[in-house]
């Protein structure tokens, strides 16, 4: 175990948009781990509502650190990540809003980044809040063909092996990054604004020689989509298929054309059902998708909802 006098600094940094409730219960349960010395650090990303005040009221101990606008995950998560590192912080903690965690489980992750030297970025086990023995997340690796990072999940516990695997991929819902890892790559890429960062980034770490890692010794429970599902639930559709296209050609440039076609063919398939189904706005966020990256529009969309195939 590691000793109190010698832990490391690690400052978590939570994302905040609207979403007061799994915020303060993603704080309550971090309040009651057992890892001492480390700084909690809410991003809010210019929420519509109270937010920042009641987390403010609430919580006094947190930093909490305002936005005047949405900033997405990469923009929200890069103002923290340079917040704490002004702090002298040893690990940033990147953590949802939408979690849960286990009281011990940030020790694991830190005694394994200090004994295995090539860690550039370590995860949990991400569980499923609404079923705790089944794996939502167990690491994964990067596909070109997809031009994304995929998790390897659904599996129950008890077919999951417990020991420390190397990965190419884990979800930006949970990672713990060493500093390091920031002055080797720089932070988060703000083009995506929102979805396939997260595998941007670990590739970037992986070319530096830095190694990622998952282990099922440390847990979360995470409720999955919870900020996007309802209110604006074509959203993930849009940024997954504009920024696969982006990852691709910003990492992978020659084997664009292949991870083109891969995805057409794909959504040209799922947009069939789509119509069959009346579910045009998912065809109107996928339309929307491709065009804005032949058009080079990356970073926020102003389309919500993609409820009309004439907005596209």
Known sequence: MISVTKEPKVSIVIINW??????YECIE?????TYKNLEIVVVDNGSDTDDVLDLENKFEKVKVLRNKENLGFSGGNNI?????LKQNSDFILLLNNDTTVNDNFLEPLVEKSLVTKDIGIIAPQINYYSNPKRIWSAGGKISKIRGSGFAFSNKLEIEHSNLLKEVTFVSGCCMLIKKEAFEKVGLFDEKYFLYTEDTDFCYRVNKTGLKIYITAESKIYH????????????????????????FSKKNFKYFLPITFIYLSITMILKCIGWFITGKTSNISAVYRGFKDFLIGKMYHTNYLNFSDLNQA
């Open 29 to 33: 349960s971090l309040m009651k781990i």
């Open 223 to 246: 409720k999955v989509n919870k900020s996007t599902e309802t209110t604006f639930s074509t959203l993930p559709l849009y940024y997954n298929t504009r920024n696969r296209l982006y």
């Open 18 to 23: 609207n979403g007061y409730e799994d915020t």
């Open 80 to 84: 923290g990540i340079n917040y704490s």
